[in-house]
């Protein structure tokens, strides 16, 4: 009798042993008990049963398997979508906020730019946004604050360029391939290769045009050799964040980066 009483007043995870029972299961010995989740309850458990590891009345199964099931879900929605253009927006918005090794974390996180905590999953950050339309990007609408469902949009580039003042007279543009078309009213892009003309359209923002022609180079010759970001007009971190944005990281090779990266 006394190692039957050794039970009472143990702790096995989130039951208690209370006192040995009368009755008895399948003609084992058993004990009153009760789990945490609900202290008033009492329960009743084999001395099989507890020398097996039994931690709870069942409900540490059904939260196990709950979460399970949840997990399956986010693998589902996940799946589903990973190639899509917002699922794309959404972990390049986390991986600039959180890895300090991502090429544009300096302009983020380490300068206290961060996403709210409903975005930390992707399911939150659809559930706010949407999917993405065909052709825009995730835009912070002030760029001194972070990701929440007030400071962003979907929009295109020459949204977030607009609030750039427009130029007067015949202003030019400091970038390579970019010059002011007074005809438009708006900077022009602009690149030749191997007797090619490429045209990169018009913007308000020169610099986006210059990260457009800096794209097109990479995308063209795989260099970065003649690049606004070689001949130093253009930031590696502006043409980084705008590739980034666009999906096109890929272009700008680690071999070229390095050469950039020595080149500052």
Known sequence: MPARKERIGTVQGRLTVVRISEEKIN???TYVCVCSCNPEKEILKTSTTLGAGTKSCGCLYRENALKQLEACRHMSIT?????TPTYIAWRNMKARCDDPNHQAY???KARG????AEWATFEGFLKDMGECPEGLTLNRVDVNKGYDLNNCEWANYTKQGRDKRKPKGRQTSKYKGVSFNTKEGKYKGALRVDG???HLGYHNNDKILACRYDEKVLELTGSSGGTNAQLKLLSLNDLETYLDERGRTN???KEERSKLLANI
């Open 79 to 83: 799946h589903n979508m990973s190639q």
């Open 27 to 29: 003609n084992q010995l």
């Open 106 to 108: 300096a302009n983020y």
């Open 251 to 253: 272009l700008l090779s």
């Open 113 to 116: 730019i961060n996403y709210c």
């Open 196 to 198: 090619n003309y490429y």
